[in-house]
Structure formats: C-alpha cells, structure tokens
C-alpha cells in the first residue's frame, strides 16, 4: 500500500512557506525525498534514517516522526526553481530487502 | 549526475507484441530498479534485481520479466503488450555500503505507447 501525502497539490507565491506529508502505513526504517520536474526524472532532495535527525539543506529541511510513521518536507521561502512534483519514497522496516515504497506524490506550483 | 540510460526513449508498439527495455549503468552500483510512472499513483515498482541473477519482484510485476546477466545492465521485457502497460518506464540505481541505505538515482524514463 502506498504512502499517502497530502496535500495532492499546493499554489505558493515566491517567498512563501510550504509543508508537504508523507504517511505510511507501515513502520520504515527511512524516506527518502525527491523532486521531479515535468518530462524527467525524479531527483534525489535528501534521506531520513530511523533514529536519525533531521536533515536539510540551504531552505529545504525534512523530519521523520518513527512513532506515527510519518514525514514532513519543509520549504521555506520559496523559489520559482521549487516547482514541480514531490515524492516520498520509503523503506519498511520489515522489509528485509531494498524495495522502496513511493507516495503518490505532491504536485508544487510557485508563483512569482 | 549518475550514468544511466535507457533505451528507448520513446516506442510504440501494438498490442500483443514484446518489448524490451535496456538500462544501462556506469557507476557499478549493486541494486537496480525498475518503476512505471502513471498519473494518479506515482512511482511503481515493477523489479528490482540485487546483484547479477538475482531479481525480486515488486508491487506490479504481473505481466513483466527482467533478466541482469552483467552489472551494468538490466532489462525489461513486456512478454506480450496491452494497452495498460501505456505508461513511462523509469530505471534506478543504488548502493548499500557497510549496510548503509543510498539514494537512488533515476534514468531519463522511456514512454512506451501500446496501441
């Protein structure tokens, strides 16, 4: 079953704050972040790991709450360079193998 | 960026034929991907192989069948083609040192158009 993220979609205007979730149903033992703009590929953001910190970088930062297996990606003060689509692929923690799981992802539209 | 291709990068075929797509890596990594991309669901697992011969299906692995007889290549093969395989095939790649979980990198994606 996938992860669901909300919200499906969000309008920002440059300069603006946004949150994007991820929950899963399962516990995981990381997520990973990607951003994919329209016509390629996904592109690696950063990877939380169970029992790490949270992690950022430049305006973009990521958290990992184990207990409600859930991650939130934060993007502070927007840029027209953060448009497109955001997915969090995860790893159960049963898994035993590399098959991650990715959400269905948060199309992300900024406005100047 | 990661060395990976995919080949094709656009093909349309009729229904009832068979496909193969090629990934191609440079970079020696270990574990390779195959995802299909559909609007509404994001990215799918189809296969995943973690070493030469060794494959392991995902989530939406009826239908299809790979193989990985060298490091650097792993192929997708669509036995006999129907319209809801009409999708975008994306390639990954990753490596697992000391035990550590890596990223993933992604190829540039094949859009494959069954009439």
């Known amino acids: 079953q996938q992860p669901v993220q909300s919200p499906q979609a969000v309008i920002l205007r440059e300069g603006e704050d946004a949150v994007i979730n991820c929950s899963s149903s399962?516990?995981?033992?990381?997520v990973h972040w990607y951003r994919q703009k329209h016509g390629e590929a996904p592109v690696f953001l950063m990877i939380l790991l169970k029992g790490g910190e949270q992690k950022g970088h430049d305006k973009i930062s990521a958290s990992f709450n184990e207990k409600k297996q859930q991650s939130s990606l934060y993007l502070t003060a927007s840029q027209l360079s953060y448009s497109g689509t955001y997915f969090c692929?995860?790893?159960?923690?049963?898994?035993?193998?590399?098959?991650?799981?990715f959400g269905t992802g948060t199309r992300l539209k900024v406005l100047a | 960026d990661a060395g990976i291709t995919q080949s094709p990068r656009h093909k349309v075929t009729e229904t009832g034929t068979p496909v193969t797509l090629r990934c191609h890596q440079t970079e020696n990594h270990r574990y390779m991907y195959w995802y299909r991309q559909d609007p509404g669901h994001g990215l799918r697992l189809i296969h995943y192989s973690y070493g030469v011969k060794d494959t392991d299906k995902g989530e939406v692995s009826d239908g299809y069948s790979v193989s990985r007889s060298k490091t650097e290549d792993f192929l997708l093969t669509l036995e006999s083609a129907t319209s809801s395989q009409t999708s975008v095939y994306f390639c990954?790649?990753?490596?697992?040192?000391?035990?550590?979980?890596?990223?993933?990198?992604f190829g540039p994606g094949t859009r494959l158009t069954v009439l």
């Open positions: 692929g995860t790893l159960p923690s049963t898994s035993g193998t590399y098959k991650y799981i």
């Open positions: 399962k516990a995981l033992y990381s």
């Open positions: 990954a790649i990753s490596e697992s040192l000391a035990g550590e979980v890596d990223t993933q990198y």
